[in-house]
């Protein structure tokens, strides 16, 4: 019986018939594969901005990013009297889903009376083409509003290695000399400063550098989120001279029942937003936090409902044995909050300027939901 | 960009050779693991991921 049947399937150990078995295997999975990775690398998803909104494009502050997925658009909102200057950054890492939905509802709801904002939704656009390996992370999230499903990215922390490969063993960070493992190389904010003709994440941190050099921003704040494990969440880190801003902006945000701790930026850490654009320019440089549990290394099933409701069986058992840096219960932290956070925080940072800095720093900005307001509602309703 | 298309060479170069063993390969788990390998060297010359 086993030599029949040994002889009936005798081709299988044909050596022509098992190359050909795994070529087809091998075209089968890479073309599937490739789909998804291509549909996913040109994939653009929506911003909304009112007509006639100002839009500039990162390759404006350095040419050499025109045509790359390092470029992307910076929507510009002048007031028409004179005042302080902002820069609001979301997606610097593009799996921090709150940063960049932060920027997204600024960029389509914000008017400024007085000063100038500018907002750049995809700060690190190339990390919106591919997503983090080995995460398992959803490709996209999608929002309901009264218009219809959007469809956002939910990228990856790092640029994409199809615009820098291959990652070094060892970063070496321009100009500190700092060491950092090979794939913080296409982290963006590790590459500030930056280098007008360094490696592809250099450049994109060059050009923000520029845009914040040309334009005298006064204040620039980068929206992020981390793991609720991580203890520097729900909170502000700064450059130095940022501290009496901070300060006041904190107990501002106390006020109103929403608690921001704050952190100086180390000295010697390199790389980031509130170090290098605080030393490298004259803006003051703040980056804010809040948790979202899809990043966190204690989380169940990871997929998009996560990313916008943050809710987690085992965060939640996590937060009960007092293993979390932020109040986490059977509601999780919904995108709402998380967005609520940061929109309140960059309203009142915006407002503290004029207070630290006297009257020709004044940010006048409206248009945009409150803390209470995106709780009490949905993202959704603030989404065009 | 220059330096793109170098690795891209390199990434080809490993490619060919790694057929080539696994065309030679007279065993079958290892030709199905030596597909795994190529796979995503193949989406890395064509530059997808």
Known sequence: MKEKTSGRLSFLRNKLFQNLFCALLILTVAVLTGYEFYTFRHYREEIRVPEGTEIQHLS?????????????????????????????????????????????????????????????????????????????????????????????????????????????????????????????????????????????????AFAIKNLILENGIDLTIDLHEASPEYPNINSSVLHERAMKLSGDASLELNDIGISMRMEVSPATLHGLTHRELGDYTNTLAVLMETANPCQGRIRGATNAALAVSGKDACYEQAAKLGYLYVPYDENGVPIEERCGRHLQAVQVYAEALGWVFGEEYTIDMSGLPGYDELVKGSVGDWLR | MLLMWIYRAIALLILVLTVRELWKEEKMQMKICACFVVIPLLLRVLMIK
């Open chain 1, 60 to 204: 404006d502050y350095l040419p050499s990013l025109k045509g790359t997925a390092g470029d992307t658009e910076i929507y510009v909102f002048r007031g028409e009297e004179k005042g302080g200057s902002l820069l609001v950054m979301g997606g610097t890492h593009a799996d921090e889903l709150a940063g960049h939905l932060s920027a997204v509802i600024m960029a389509e709801n914000l008017k400024v009376t007085r000063g100038t904002v500018f907002v750049m939704p995809r700060a690190n656009n190339s990390g919106f083409t591919n997503n983090f390996p080995q995460e398992a992370s959803p490709m996209y999230v999608e929002i309901p509003t009264a218009g219809g499903v959007r469809t956002l990215v939910y990228g990856s922390r790092a640029t994409n290695p199809v615009d820098q490969w291959p990652d070094p063993d060892l970063y070496t960070h321009f100009p500190s000399g700092q060491g950092l493992s090979g794939s913080e190389t296409r982290n963006l904010n590790r590459s500030y400063p930056g280098r007008e003709n360094g490696s592809f994440t250099e450049r994109v």
